[in-house]
Antibody
Framework: EVQLAQSGAEVKKPGESLKISCKGSGYSFTNYWIGWVRQMPGKGLEWMGIIYPGDSDTRYSPSFRGQITMSADKSISTAYLQWNSLKASDTAIYYC??????????????WGQGTLVTVSP | EIVLTQSPGTLSLSPGERATLSCRASQSVSSNYLAWYQQKPGQAPRLLIFGASTRATGVPDRFSGTGSGTDFTLTISRLEPEDFAVYYCQQYGSSPPRTFGQGTKVEIK
């Protein structure tokens, strides 16, 4: 069974750094693109970017480029989303999701449960 | 960047009624690479439709997707109690970002 297990909720202060994770299981993690999606409180879904764990090729949304870093450790089937300096506006639920093939022009077929990030003084 | 505009923002219907949700793109969606997702409160989104009209595994046949180019529709033929949720369209045919629409909430009338 395909599963994406995300790390737990985080409470941080503005200016702090953070790295959240998404561990894939039940499939060949290396061969499927993983994406990240932001959902701010009470709002819709925003596509942040995708990473191919096999070679760490990344594609960022222009809205998020320079604000976040996506990475992956294929040895432990885990993708990461990282901030160097959080802002209050980063408060949101962050979902990881999988593309159903090695082709990134495909929908997200499996989703993690989401990680709530709260940034508050 | 392709902008997706969903309408209406909220749809108030009763169980058993038909729901018609619209998703309009600011430019043609390549190869009809358009998906629909359902999201219930406190849950992650769930893929319903991809390629504009193909149901994902396990999705009931009361859900159907149509459209091409810039105009797409998700139809729920007869609303079941579990169908009241927020629905998002997403295009995945263009260079990043692979944008989502702002969502349509289907609520119980």
């Amino acid at each position: 069974e395909v599963q994406l297990a995300q790390s737990g909720a985080e409470v941080k202060k503005p200016g702090e750094s953070l790295k959240i994770s998404c561990k894939g299981s039940g499939y060949s993690f290396t061969n499927y693109w993983i994406g990240w999606v932001r959902q701010m409180p009470g709002k819709g879904l925003e596509w942040m970017g995708i990473i191919y764990p096999g070679d760490s090729d990344t594609r960022y949304s222009p809205s998020f480029r320079g604000q976040i870093t996506m990475s992956a450790d294929k040895s432990i089937s885990t993708a990461y989303l990282q901030w160097n300096s959080l802002k209050a506006s980063d408060t949101a639920i962050y979902y990881c999701a999988r593309h159903p093939s090695g082709f990134d022009r495909s929908p997200f077929d499996y989703w993690g449960q989401g990680t709530l990030v709260t940034v508050s003084p | 960047e392709i902008v997706l505009t969903q309408s209406p923002g909220t749809l108030s219907l009763s169980p058993g009624e038909r729901a018609t949700l619209s998703c309009r793109a600011s430019q043609s969606v390549s190869s009809n690479y358009l998906a629909w997702y359902q999201q219930k409160p406190g849950q992650a989104p769930r893929l319903l439709i991809f390629g504009a009209s193909t149901r994902a595994t396990g999705v009931p046949d009361r859900f159907s997707g149509t459209g091409s180019g810039t105009d797409f529709t998700l139809t729920i033929s007869r609303l079941e109690p579990e169908d009241f949720a927020v629905y998002y369209c997403q295009q995945y045919g263009s260079s990043p970002p692979r944008t989502f629409g702002q969502g349509t909430k289907v609520e119980i009338k």
